[in-house]
């Protein structure tokens, strides 16, 4: 131990001032949920279900483009999948009510704002890009707890049940394979009609909105994605008369990460250090009582 | 401190006729690991992408360590309420622990895809502070050597270590014995606050990790009293009636209170109606309700003439209720869309059965090595 020195009582104001300057800056912005904004540079694609003739190109480049084998498992010769899978990261899917009115829907990852299975993933495996907004997953860290598929309101991630090194299979906006090659993703490069539309976030829905504007008699008035679970950077329009929950998206204000960090934040900052506290000074007046003995 | 307390080795052989049934249930579940790691989780588990997690969660790890919290919950009277009269069932209950939390954490790994990247939990550039399990997951390994060395006074005694550097280290594990059971069994009801959605609001609640605190609290009593009691009959020795008396007090007061924060918080939110309408899911709720309920009422109502049977047999329900509410949240109430189902598999039972049994095997063999169960008055 080096030998006591007196103590600088300037010295040592300065260091009280600066803890509590640095504490009061600190501490706001440390409780509570931090607030998730979108960057008008993020990667996004838009979906009209109204031009979307059901032909399913985007599943199949999608499989092609980012090697994903057939399911075939339903009579030997079809590729059907029945629902996204760890072989399948897009799917066309159809909504038909009960007077006949029906729906396709294309389903893949929403590259939420504010995602959950980031916020949900211990060991930052899944992560959010903040330069492209693509929501991506990192073998090299991924320990396979599948909290991210448990976190998902949109039931996105999917595993590799039969595997000995299972993955976790989801769209990453095909970030290493066509967008890197092409500059736009598989699915939305074959579209043949252009129900799906690759670009970046802030024109998407600029776009979406001008559709809804132009032709109120076609499209359910909402943009599904503009602040739907915290905004998702997959934006979605549906045809007049079909609500989203028929196209089997949750009805969510917010991100659920959001209620998650709240509350989990909330007991780290304010319930903890009370306790902390009265714990110190049970401690130091036991020790003067004992002195005192 | 607990070393007023005298305790004793049990005599008898380690290898009996129950230690063996044990045992075959282990191998058993050895050779359905090998399946599990050779072939995928698929080959053993009902699992799937709508339920990503099964018993090994719900059961293994969140029950299974709720088990494990007697020395925690008997940690609060003792140290904190100063009720130093508890501290001869402190030993047992923190035995119990120290195996219910490295079979959880043994589970964890069995259940983890990709577990060797496990080691990731020690490189700070992978932490997630906001993830939940983050904080589960470092806290329960944490935790499950911090009680493994609570429990080294027990060795001490046996292999005559020097008790003055034990009874050190034991002080400072005895504090964190405190704060890491708080933390992260609060935070398994806070796991499915993300999952808003999905889990039924008749679960789903920001005061999810207060019930499933103080819930544990009063599993951590009935696991005590009923694993004295059990551990009494088994091995021959007296009953700690009136020690285990005063314990059912607590007991109830957290049964009650525990049901009362749960219809406040329902009336409150406006969630009432949802116990009358929910179908399966109002069933559950009341039959979880009715747990909690029948032991708090009828130990009330006996307390004065409370039998060892009596006490086991509303532990052993209060283990139940606690139990139910676990897989309420984990699995019942939660629901990713109704074209998904979960019912665990033969072999996915095995395995927990076979977990279980590795538990009791470690058990026997401990309290016949080392000094864990009260000394008989002389």
Known sequence: ???????????????????????????????????HYASDEWYAMLYDATRCIGCKSCTVACKRVNNLPPETEYDGIHDMAMDLSAKTKTIIKLYKSKNGEFSFVKRQCMHCVHP????????????????????????SRCIGCRYCMVACPFEIPKFEWDKAIP??????????????EKGTTACA???PTGAIVFGKRYELLFEAKKRIREHPERYHPKVYG???????SVFYLAPKGISFEDLGFPDLEESPARISESIQHGIYEIVIPPFLTVGALYLVLKRSKKEED | MLEDTRYEVVKGRIFTKTFMIFTFFVALMVILLGIRFFKGLGAVTNLSDGYPWGIWIAYDVVVGSALGCGGYALAILIYILNKKEFSPLMRSALLTGALGYTMAGFSVIIDLGRYWNTYGFFVPSRWNPSSVLFEVAVCIMAYT???????????????????????????????????????????????HLISLGKLHPLWHSGFLPLYFLSSVILMGYAVTSAESLLSSMYFGRPYETPLLKKLTTYMVYIGF?????????????????????????????WIEIALFLVPSYMLWKLRGELTPRKIFVYSIIYLFAGALYRFNVYLIGWNPGDNWVYFPSFMETLITLGIISFEFLIYLAFVKTFPVLPAKEV
């Open chain 1, 167 to 180: 993955h976790i299979v989801k769209c990453d906006m095909c970030k290493d394979t066509y967008l890197k």
């Open chain 1, 1 to 35: 131990m080096a030998e006591e020195k007196p103590k600088n009582p300037d010295r040592r104001e300065f260091l009280k001032k600066s803890a509590a300057v640095a504490g009061a800056t600190l501490l706001p912005g440390m409780i509570g949920a931090k607030t």
């Open chain 2, 145 to 191: 050597l911090v009680i493994w060395v609570e429990l080294t006074p027990a060795v001490a005694e046996r292999t005559g270590w020097d008790r003055r550097k034990v009874e050190k280290v034991v002080m400072i594990a005895a504090v964190l014995g405190l704060i890491l059971p708080t933390l992260h069994q609060s935070s398994l009801g806070s796991i």
């Open chain 2, 257 to 285: 209170a525990w049901i009362l924060m749960r219809f406040l918080e329902l009336l409150l939110w406006g969630k009432l109606p949802l116990v009358f309408k929910s179908g399966l899911y109002s069933v559950m709720f």
């Open chain 1, 116 to 139: 959950a299975c980031v916020s949900a993933c211990p060991v930052s495996a899944m992560r959010k890009d903040m330069k492209t907004g693509i929501v991506f997953w990192d073998p």
């Open chain 1, 226 to 232: 503009e602040r739907d679970a915290g905004g998702t």
């Open chain 1, 189 to 191: 490069d074959v579209c």
